[in-house]
């Protein structure tokens, strides 16, 4: 992904000297990164001949501490949707973050959208975006808008269809490729129901959605069943769902067009780390989910232990080169979390 085929050793090994370069950067620019680094055995000059050496963070680290690497001014605090308001990771962004962030993730999604913006139809209300602007649920929404146009709202203040608004915009819009985009659970029990009831041809439309799969779960809703749902009643081929989180902002990993698992951008990588001896687990066995970017620059969230579980299914064998993957679920003890749900049961359905 974003732009020519990368093998997953190429990968890593362009990959591991831009994470060696950020531990340092990190560790210059935060002194609490600094000693973290120092208590674990990581001292400066220390040298890591593959990624899977690299020292990571617990990604619950910044819910509890203020982990920042830039002295500049910042122009955003971005949460993430914790399911207490004060339990939440708070994640510092300076101008230069924030646009590098934004430039990579239309670069990530060009790799399925192409570089034209397309018409975008939000499966939200604005009120909502407006008001969560600063969690990683508005930040979504607004970077995906950034690879849109003639951006419609779905829903209106009250978490219901707009019906008006979709019917417009599909006329409009439906008979050449246009984007929807939405996260996970509000599209299957808002969008998905409206679409087949209304009998909309939805074959021109890619669609890009994310988290909630925990309440789909329990609605006995599986990822191949909503595929298959959504193309029997729309025509809907082309959908997407992606992982990411506010810890390392502008960076996603896109599930591809036939669905046989997420794969990392250019920029990053995971690790699947058995959770009784840490070391990488291997392909087929799962563990937790450990997360490397290159793009976090103003907090140290380049290498993260995430609380989620999951499974490499193969490596240089699916649709796209690198490792393919799928997510399935929290850890046990985890706090519940996720940009799909941050508002109340009655809305809609669910939680990943």
Known sequence: MNGSPTSQSARESALLPQMVELIEHHRRACPAYARVLDAIGHSSGRRYAQTRELPWLPVRLFKEHALISTGREQVAVLTSSGTTGANVSRIALDRDAAEHQRGLLTATLATVLGPRRLPLLIVDSPSAVRRE???????????????????????????????????????????????????????????????????????????????????????AVSPREFRASFLEATGLRRCHNFYGMVEQGGTIHIESASGDGFYCPDFADVIIRDPQT?????????????????????????VLLTEDRGVVHGIDDGEWPGKRFSV????????????????????????S
Not at 344 to 349: I, K, L, S, W
Request: aromatic share 8%.
């Open 133 to 219: 602007r600063s969690t990683i649920r508005g930040a979504t929404v607004l970077g995906v808008m950034n690879v849109g146009r003639e951006h419609a709202f779905a829903l209106d203040d009250e978490q219901g269809i707009d019906a008006t608004a979709v019917e417009n915009f599909l006329q409009r819009h439906g008979h050449a490729t246009f984007l929807i985009f939405g996260f996970t659970s509000l599209v299957w029990t808002r969008f998905h129901a409206f679409a087949r009831s209304r009998g909309f041809d939805l074959a021109n439309a890619v669609l890009l959605h994310t988290g909630g799969w925990k309440k789909l779960a329990d609605l």
């Open 278 to 302: 840490w070391e990488e687990a291997p392909v087929g066995a799962e563990g937790v989910i450990e997360v490397l970017s290159a793009a976090p620059r103003a907090h140290p969230g380049h």
């Open 328 to 351: 399935l679920g929290r850890l046990a003890r985890a706090e519940p979390r996720g940009c799909a749900d941050t508002l109340p049961e009655t809305a809609y359905g669910a939680q």
